[in-house]
């Protein structure tokens, strides 16, 4: 009884903070899902652009959200041990590795805009996904600032003021594309171009607000840097921000580089099975927030706890979370599993793209409960910076299990998109139970060798 009580009110104060930062991370997906609505009404082929340059984009924007992942654990700690000074030293090269990063890859992918033909996409296909896509790789720079303020915010306990803004964020991004995408208010009808403008407009007035606010805040503004001054930066702790960013990207590049895999197969099906994809894929990240967030939370909750010399507490954290997780995945497993014609047809008006994307849906009603199941283990273990063998493991579960099984499945069997999707779900069963029992180890009561905490 004891255990349970302590888990209980563990999971209370995870729910706390948990809450705020799954609102801030379903209203991110919702800029996506409301680009794929619009943009879907446009046509099929706009879609399955989109579809593609996102897949593409997917890859290089995980690796950035990776290497920036440290922030949140590292002010975390220094927030748990009670030293602000350190917790400003974090967010200072946070910022720094986010600006550099951010212009770096922003100028990489302009460039790779112009070889977008080399996946073997359908001609049309490519043709509307070039503007849009160079416009989204722009975006990066103001989402990298805007990612490592909002991890130092809910760091520091402060996870709903971030939340409010994103929100704000999704409402412009709706506005702007009703006025872009279809030409309202006497603007150019851009289609999916202007899905793109939109989104990048969101994005630069969301740093821009948070920034605001943080300078609002007494016991937040001391721990700013100030603009036009210098601040100092040093080599040891970008590495030691590297030794966890760096797996931590990897794990996030196998799992989403599978899935950008896994549309490139569904673009080698045709048109329609990759609009189907979308949608699919559109609902399954919308649900997929509600874990992540819970991730985050669960991150931040164990990375205090180390710092504050409670290794006792790190079991129930860990545990009351993942369990919180698989209960409510469940329940959107139901929703997908009954509802899936219903909801394909609110993102398309064609009959064949809508009959595909049900039959996704079915598939992903049954990967649900593992999806939230290995990304709120790889959280709890980020925490703790236990990085590098999760980094394995998402590595066998999807380039060694999903990707091979999606091929075989989509391309020597009858089962076509379907196959792809099944793959997909096997990967992901095989990361949840194995980041499970990893978990299990890491917060063993007695520490476990080769287990870093």
Known sequence: MPAIRQSLSELRQTLALALPIIGGSVSQILMGLTDSAMVGHVGKVPLAASAFAGSVFGVF????????????????????????????????????VAMAMGVGLALLLTGLSTELHRFGQPAEVVAAANPFFVIIAVSLIPTFLFQ??????????????????????????ALFDWVLIFGHLGAPALGLTGAGCSTLLARCLSVLLLWS??????????????????????WPHFREMFQIGVPVAGQLLFEVGAFSSAALLMGWLGTVALAAHQIAV?????TFMFPLGLAMAVSIRMSQAVGAGRRAALRPIGFGALGLAVAVMGGFALVFAFA???????????????????????????FQVFDGAQVVGSGALRGLTDVKVPTVITFIAY???????????????????????????????????????????????????????
């Open 61 to 96: 924007f995980v690796a950035g959200i990776g290497l920036l992942a440290p922030v949140s654990v590292l002010v975390a700690r220094a927030h748990g041990a009670g030293r602000p000074e350190e917790c400003a030293r974090w967010l200072r090269h946070g910022l720094a």
């Open 148 to 173: 490592v303020l909002r991890q130092f915010s809910e760091a520091l306990g402060q996870p709903w003021q971030p939340m409010i803004i994103l929100f704000l964020s999704v409402g412009l991004n």
């Open 213 to 234: 606010w943080l300078h609002r805040q007494r016991a937040i503004e001391t721990m700013l840097p100030r603009l036009g001054h210098s601040a100092s930066l040093a």
């Open 282 to 286: 559109s609902c399954a990240s919308f």
């Open 340 to 366: 899936g014609p219903w909801i394909a047809r609110g993102f398309t008006a064609d009959p064949d793209v809508a009959a595909v994307a049900a039959r996704l849906l079915v598939v992903a009603a049954f």
């Open 399 to 453: 380039w060694l299990v999903a990707l091979p099984a999606a091929y075989l499945l989509a391309f020597h069997t009858r089962l076509g998109p379907t196959g792809v999707w099944i793959g997909l779900a096997a990967g992901l069963a095989s990361a949840a139970l194995l980041l499970a029992w990893r978990l299990a180890r890491a917060t063993s009561p007695r520490p476990q060798p080769g287990v870093a905490v």
